[in-house]
């Protein structure tokens, strides 16, 4: 297994000073090789690799080599097959390191690559989203950044995903069986899997789940800490025992308002307490994601962002199916969905299954 790093350039020189001097001293214990491009790699070096994408965004969150880093993996498919990757991302400004972090795992994830649970360090140009760290580690926030970087190389090096003989998959739900398409492209893909897995669904619908009330930190460690949320009710007593149990989730995603609905958001919110217990780095995220008109990526990054990324949970390659159908009963009709979800369905077993 070898590790890549491959360090975008920044288009203006003097921007890519601190993501240098971060990555020189957290790459100190680990056998790597430096590339600025991942066209320098030999294809038959990147099956079975860890590749760290290093990205500078300079002042105003753009970069021309990380525009045709992004060119490259949409254009070929199937560039990263079997590698696991992970991302950093160094700003000067407070903004556009999380969304740029986003769109280049989706992109990565699309190109055949997985994604460690927590696969992103950003530096933000004040570093001020590393002061909690800081504290709790009793160093300043560069500390705390070269800290993050150190600790997501280590896991980006060391993490196996584990499979098992007859894995547990939690559908995550809050449609209407009879008219939604991406419920009914779900019983397709239930179909293709409930002879190989233990599938269990839960709906969220109506208000099942309140959304997180935000308690305080503390709060919510007192409340988690007996397996208990603020709110109790069904997250408490079901869903939370089912994350636990669970191998994968698989949220299936109608797009609303170019975002996810509000009763999984809702899901999401809630699984903060149970997060404070513990990581999620065993369990893969998969999804179906259907769109009316267009926007499914943008359902993807929020996926990717507050599931892999906050919540830590493992991104296997091509996490989502992602299809545009509007009204009821067209997902079925759509041309090659049947080709599509065969290899979705090969896609989850190939990922969970020993
Ligand atoms: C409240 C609501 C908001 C929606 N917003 C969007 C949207 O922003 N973009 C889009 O492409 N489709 C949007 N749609 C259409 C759905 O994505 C579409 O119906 C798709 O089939 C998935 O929903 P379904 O599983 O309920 O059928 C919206 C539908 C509803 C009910």
Redesign the pocket.
């Known amino acids: 297994m070898s590790l890549f790093i491959i360090r975008i350039p920044a288009d203006d020189p003097a921007d890519n000073t601190r993501i240098e001097s971060i990555l020189t001293s957290a790459l100190r214990d680990f056998k790597h090789r430096i590339i600025n491009s991942i066209s320098e790699m030999d294809p038959s070096q990147i099956p079975g690799s860890r590749l760290l994408f290093a990205v500078p965004l300079g002042k105003y969150g753009t970069n021309s080599s990380y525009t045709r880093l992004l060119y490259k993996l949409r254009s070929e498919p199937g560039l990263l097959e079997g590698c696991t990757s992970a991302i950093l991302i160094d700003g000067e400004s407070e903004l556009y390191t999380k969304s740029t972090g986003t769109e280049l795992a989706f992109a990565l994830n699309a190109a055949g690559s997985a994604l460690i649970g927590r696969p992103l360090v950003e530096g933000t140009g004040s570093l001020y989203n590393f002061r909690v760290q800081a504290k709790l580690l009793g160093v300043n926030n560069r500390g705390a950044y070269l800290a993050a970087v150190r600790d997501m190389i280590e896991r980006l090096v060391k993490s196996v995903f584990p499979k098992q003989e007859k894995p547990n998959i939690l559908v995550l739900h809050a ?2 069986h009879r ?5 009914q492209l779900w019983e397709q893909l239930s179909g293709r899997l409930k002879d190989s897995c233990e599938i269990n669904e839960i709906g969220l619908r109506n208000g099942t789940v309140s959304d997180c009330s935000g308690c305080p930190y503390t709060m919510c460690i007192h409340f988690g800490e007996s397996g208990r949320c603020f709110y109790g009710g069904l997250m408490q007593e079901e869903v939370w025992p089912a994350v636990l149990k669970a191998n994968a989730i698989m949220m299936l995603c ?5 975002a996810l609905s509000a009763n999984l958001t809702a899901f999401i919110n809630r699984l903060t307490g149970l997060f404070r217990q513990k990581r999620f780095y065993d369990k893969a995220l998969f999804s179906i994601i ?6 499914g990526d943008i359902i993807g990054r929020q996926l990717i962002s507050a599931l892999n990324m906050n919540k830590s949970f493992y991104l296997p390659p091509r996490f989502a199916l992602l299809e ?3 009204n ?1 009963g ?2 079925l009709a759509i041309p090659g969905i049947e080709g599509r979800m065969d290899k979705f369905a090969e896609n989850i077993r190939n990922t969970l299954i020993s």
């Open positions: 449609s209407s008219t939604s398409n991406t419920m109608p797009n609303y308002n170019d259907v769109s009316g008109y267009s926007g545009t159908a509007n009821p067209e997902a």
